[in-house]
T-cell receptor, first 110, second 115 residues
Framework: GENVEQHPSTLSVQEGDSAVIKCTYS??????FPWYKQELGKGPQLIID?????GEKKDQRIAVTLNKTAKHFSLHITETQPEDSAVYFC?????????FGTGTRLTIIP | DTAVSQTPKYLVTQMGNDKSIKCEQN?????MYWYKQDSKKFLKIMFS???????INETVPNRFSPKSPDKAHLNLHINSLELGDSAVYFC??????????????FGEGSRLTVL
């Protein structure tokens, strides 16, 4: 089955700096790659996603890049703010099964 | 108006007991899921139902039995609880397109503690 690895497991950045989280996946047939943000005591929430026919997608301060050949994708957050502090999960799917990465705890230092 | 709601939010029980967690979604989605999140925050899929039909059944002990009375509800019953069942259980729903999952909408989770 699909295996998704995510790095780093923890990340601290100064407010205003950029944060990058990287994921690799094992199944070359996977075609959908979402990113979820989980705040304390809440369920994960989708923040951005990308499909395999696109190499990059941007939504305000958040961008995702996908390299299908290397089977890796990354989340980029620019101009980080305190409310960006949370656990971030990448995920990959083909068909109905979404496999999550191991999560990155992002802390924004004021 | 809560889109995906789970009850109870917290559940503390003794080993060997049987317990249920209920989930309801008012988004009109066809697909519902149960995920387990352990103490290290790993999110692992357990089950998925599409229009009341089981479509994903991961390697989960048969002490766990999902039930979907209609496409808006997916309940999880757990028999003979063990210490290792302690976790946060998340219900989610999605309106899949073209065979993919689409966006998953998660509930707030049910924290199960087995003593």
């Amino acid at each position: 089955g699909e295996n998704v690895e995510q790095h780093p497991s923890t990340l601290s950045v100064q407010e205003g700096d950029s944060a990058v989280i990287k994921c690799t996946y094992s199944d070359s047939a996977s075609n959908y790659f979402p990113w979820y943000k989980q705040e304390l005591g809440k369920g994960p929430q989708l923040i951005i996603d990308i499909r395999s026919n696109v190499g990059e997608k941007k939504d305000q301060r958040i961008a995702v890049t996908l390299n299908k050949t290397a089977k890796h994708f990354s989340l980029h957050i620019t101009e980080t703010q305190p409310e960006d502090s949370a656990v971030y999960f990448c995920a990959a799917s083909k068909g109905p099964k979404l496999t999550f990465g191991t999560g990155t705890r992002l802390t924004i230092i004021p | 108006d809560t889109a995906v709601s789970q009850t109870p939010k917290y559940l503390v029980t003794q080993m060997g007991n049987d317990k249920s967690i209920k989930c309801e979604q008012n988004l009109g989605h066809d697909t519902m899921y149960w995920y387990k999140q352990d103490s290290k925050k790993f999110l692992k899929i357990m089950f998925s139902y599409n229009n009341k039909e089981l479509i994903i059944n991961e390697t989960v002990p048969n002490r766990f039995s999902p039930k979907s009375p209609d496409k808006a509800h997916l309940n999880l019953h757990i028999n003979s609880l063990e210490l290792g069942d302690s976790a946060v259980y998340f219900c989610a729903s999605s309106q899949a397109h073209g065979g993919g999952t689409g966006e998953l909408f998660f509930g707030e989770g049910s924290r199960l503690t087995v003593l």
